[in-house]
């Protein structure tokens, strides 16, 4: 069973727009190093959704993209670019597995007290199926 955090990344890496700002910096729950500009995927929560009888089959997480960068400026720019490419990946597939993407409306942004970096928190549901 592929992730929503795997099926994200997969989408996100293949997406030249945000791959031309963050190069291969996009990790899953956690940076693994501090360069900046970044993407971090987390998963917040996930479940099987149900029809009237049963399980459809589908599994929906949601997930917070977290676009860091050195600017206020740069990180909204990342974060654009992020909330396009899952838009565009609505129906399609990654990793062998169809995804449907929507955003949740959530966004939000945090400061390092200093100054030295901004983040901006995108939130999206992630179905998957097959």
Known sequence: ?????????????????????????????????????????????????YGLAKTTGLREARVNVLCAAKTFTAADRLASA??????????????????????DGDDTGTAEPNGSSFTRIVGFRVSASG
Do not use: C, W, Y
């Open 1 to 49: 069973m592929t992730s929503a955090i795997t099926l994200t990344i997969a989408m996100l890496k293949a997406n030249v727009p945000v791959g031309a700002i963050v190069s291969d910096r996009i990790e899953p729950e956690m940076a693994k190093n501090d360069q900046l500009p970044r993407i971090v995927v987390r998963q917040a929560s996930g479940r099987r959704t």
């Open 82 to 103: 992020v909330i396009a490419a899952l838009e565009n990946g609505r129906h399609q597939t990654a990793d062998g597995t169809r995804v449907k993407t929507f955003q």
